[in-house]
């Protein structure tokens, strides 16, 4: 049996298309080479320099304060996603299809527009002393530091455990429940023996997200001056401090990748198996705490939703331009946001179609390897990849440093697997029959892959190009990174009002920014509407 196996993996060896595999190297190549400079940066560094900053007291508190910042918001975001999860989809919950929306839109608010509404909201001085004063409390705990940090990266990461959570259950045979309750479990065992086993791989998928999220947040931890990797790279950074900033860009990568590891090592085997998915018949009745239930995803949806619209409202009737003319709202930075986005998608779908394409139709490890290394710069911190392409243009291209295709090169890298994860299913849902009849009526390769294939994978590319877009008007720190001087956008408008702690120029771009988020979300939910449960 070994050697038809090995016949095999010979002729799908030879049969991989010679410019489709080079055209694909050479994009993977383009798009983790970048990020080589930084090896190369640590690498000239002095050993005994290199070792005294990598062990010393302040890097030590770096690595505790994110690892603790990482595990918190992990364990939040199960702790909240997989309970909501449950019970918008397993229970009789009221208004279960109102609350399974509402629960997973906490996701359209970037995590550091939530942060520095928590502080205006919940700061030693803020709104909610104010309201508090008459009572003579004139002043609450301060909000900053880990504690702040977690609970607000919390609030806006718990979803990708909820839906990923939610898919699951969604499609939970609900059989295996029923054979549980006739073998005497009760509601509690039942759910510990059966149903958490079988969704458990969802539940770690999306706790890798949130884990990458937390580890990766620059915005969140600089606003509630809480000492972690992003933070101090990027204090690093505009101090001059090149090597520290690359030795901690590096200690980082190395982070992220223990924790890819360690959730491939972990990952369940097991998958929810399909079956009777209609649960209207053995949803679990929660009784005379059915209506108090609803506590959970009200409680959470005040906290995550209303209290940073109620912020933004606030700074919005509050403006004063008067007061400081130059952090005034301009819609230029709109149009340069849209533009630069836009400019991204297209260049990102671009990218991503041969390398998609290559793996869709090709299953070698060649393929598999082009296709995995286009994922390299989503998993790398967006504050790593702009300080590698500083270094690599400042060092190397200088005429390209802080020009706009330097910042679309950095956000194709950044927002690529996007485009590659769409385009790949919407070609490996093409009928291969209908390939195959154009290649029999004379057609070639290329001419087959322009009439038959790319019309009907439109749809994958032009959803992808929507994820990459909408995910590079949110982007912060590969913005203030690599932009050209005086390019601005909403995000650099969002930052520059509260780097002055003048919140009130923040309000009419951020909610623009929600606005554009909610657009989003709409577009997903809608995208699932047929998916039962909702």
Same mark, same amino acid.
């Given at each position: ?81 997989? +309970?909501?999860? &449950? #019970? $918008?989809? /397993?229970?009789? @919950? ?6 399974? *929306?509402? =629960? %997973? ?53 718990? +979803?990708?455990? &909820? #839906? $990923?959570? /939610?898919?699951? @259950? ?6 295996? *429940?029923? =054979? %549980? ?354």
């Amino acid at each position: 049996m070994d050697q038809p196996t090995e016949t095999d993996a010979d002729s799908s060896t030879r049969s991989l298309p010679l410019g489709l595999t080079l055209l694909s190297g050479l994009i993977a190549v383009a798009l983790v080479f970048p990020l080589a400079w930084l090896f190369i940066e640590v690498a000239a560094v002095e050993p005994t320099r290199a070792r005294g900053l990598v062990f010393s007291a302040g890097t030590a508190d770096v690595l505790v304060n994110s690892l603790l910042l990482m595990g918190g918001v992990t364990a939040g975001s199960v702790l909240l996603g997989v +309970p909501l999860a &449950y #019970l $918008t989809v /397993r229970t009789d @919950l009221p208004f279960r299809r109102f609350w399974s *929306i509402v =629960a %997973a839109l906490p996701l359209v608010i970037p995590s550091y527009v939530g942060a520095f509404a928590f502080v205006s909201a919940f700061g030693p001085r803020g709104e909610f002393q104010s309201i508090l004063a008459p009572l003579g409390i004139e002043r609450i705990p301060e909000i900053y530091g880990l504690p702040g940090a977690v609970l607000v990266i919390t609030l806006y990461t718990y +979803p990708y455990v &909820y #839906l $990923t959570a /939610r898919a699951a @259950l969604v499609s939970f045979d609900t059989q295996l *429940i029923d =054979a %549980a309750r006739t073998l005497n479990y009760g509601r509690w065992d039942a759910f510990r023996r059966v149903t958490l086993p079988q969704i458990r791989p969802a539940i770690a998928a999306g706790a890798l997200l949130s884990a990458l999220y937390a580890i990766s947040d620059f915005g969140t931890p600089a606003i509630m001056r809480l000492s972690v990797f992003t933070r101090e790279i990027y204090v690093e950074y505009t101090s001059f401090g090149a090597e520290y900033a690359a030795l901690l860009s590096i200690q980082l990568l190395l982070l992220v990748l223990l924790v890819l590891v360690l959730e491939w090592a972990i990952r369940p085997d097991q998958t929810v198996k399909g079956g009777d998915a209609d649960h209207d018949g053995t949803r679990v009745q929660l009784g005379r705490w059915r209506w108090p239930a609803t506590l959970l995803p009200a409680g959470v949806s005040l906290v995550a939703l209303v209290v940073p619209i109620w912020i933004l409202l606030l700074w919005l009737v509050r403006t004063d331009t008067e007061r400081q003319p130059s952090l005034s709202f301009e819609w230029v930075q709109v149009l340069n946001s849209v533009g630069v986005a836009a400019a991204a998608a297209a260049v990102a779908t671009l990218v991503a179609l041969p390398v998609a394409y290559f793996a869709a139709t090709n299953d070698s490890r060649v393929s598999i390897l082009f296709e995995r290394a286009t994922y390299v710069g989503f998993a790398v911190p967006g504050v790593v990849l702009g300080l590698a392409l500083v270094f690599f243009g400042a060092g190397y291209l200088p005429s390209l440093y802080q020009t706009l295709p330097l910042l679309i090169f950095a956000y194709t890298i950044r927002f690529v697997p996007q485009a590659v994860g769409t385009t790949r299913t919407s070609i490996l849902q093409l009928d291969s029959k209908l390939v195959e009849a154009g290649r029999t009526l004379g057609e070639s390769p290329l001419g087959t892959f322009r009439r038959i294939t790319l019309p009907n994978i439109r749809s994958g590319l032009v959803a992808g190009a929507a994820l990459v877009f909408l995910t590079t008007m949110k982007e912060l720190p590969v913005t203030l990174i690599l932009r050209p001087s005086g390019f601005e956008t909403i995000v650099t408008q969002i930052w520059r009002a509260q780097a002055a702690v003048l919140y009130q120029y923040a309000a009419i771009p951020a909610l623009l920014l929600l606005l554009i988020s909610g657009l989003s979300m709409v577009v997903i939910l809608a995208q699932e509407g047929d998916e039962r449960g909702l």
